[in-house]
């Protein structure tokens, strides 16, 4: 799913053309047709390790440093920093119209949902702008098809995988990778896996809390 030759459209284009949106939502469906056809991954962390390379720059959006720990245990090259509207903790940004710099890496881990569409739109642009070209935008989001995984209410946008993977071609990125995160003890596990898994589709719910996505700047 490669964004290299429409390049980004602006806010308004995104917010307003049905038509665009929903030809770029089918082609995320050719590839991944539906939340069952989605990899499972047990953490977001294990996602992390495959893209994030060791000495890259890091930026952490809506983060609470308490991934520092757990980079740098791994990664201990890596340049973090973190971004967050939330003066009460510490963090290197309070606003992205205070970054200057590019990364390699942006994370933004249950963010988006708490966003207006129209919101999630400039915000996915502004992250794009940020980012090395071939930089990689790590984004999850509370998965639709959990049967209450949207009752948070500071949610105000729900997405399904095709919606995300149409938002981010339509400003600029290339969908990579797309998974279902579900962590549980191993029997639990084996079970939704293997068993469950069945009783889950008949009934259209998922047992999968949260979809992560992985896209690339599509310029490098």
């Known amino acids: 799913m490669d964004a290299r030759n429409r390049g980004s459209r602006s806010t308004s284009d995104i917010t307003t053309s049905w038509s665009t949106l929903q030809g770029l939502r089918r082609q995320v469906r050719e590839r991944f047709p539906d939340c069952w056809s989605l990899p499972v991954r047990k953490k977001h962390w294990d996602v992390i390790f495959d893209e994030v390379a060791d000495g890259q720059r890091v930026l952490d959006v809506g983060g609470d440093r308490k991934a520092l720990d757990v980079l740098m245990a791994r990664r201990p090259g890596l340049t973090y920093k973190s971004m967050n509207v939330d003066r009460a903790q510490t963090h290197d940004y309070y606003s992205l119209d205070d970054v200057h710099e590019k990364f390699h890496a942006i994370f933004l881990f249950e963010v988006i949902e708490h966003l207006a569409f129209e919101e999630g739109v400039s915000l996915i642009q502004k992250l794009h702008g940020l980012l090395e070209p071939g930089g990689k935008l790590l984004l999850t989001t509370p998965n639709v098809?959990?049967?209450?995984?949207?009752?948070?209410?500071?949610?105000?946008?729900?997405?399904?995988?095709?919606?995300?993977?149409?938002?981010?071609?339509?400003?600029?990125?290339?969908?990579?990778r797309v998974f279902r995160l579900y962590n549980a003890s191993f029997f639990p596990r084996l079970f939704r896996l293997y068993v469950g898994v069945w009783l889950h589709r008949y009934l259209s719910v998922d047992f999968a809390k949260s979809i992560m996505v992985v896209a690339r700047r599509a310029d490098g």
């Not at 959990?146 to 969908?175: C, I, N, Q, W």
């Open 145 to 176: 098809c959990h049967p209450h995984r949207f009752f948070d209410p500071t949610h105000k946008t729900a997405y399904r995988h095709d919606d995300l993977g149409a938002l981010l071609m339509a400003s600029g990125f290339e969908v990579t």
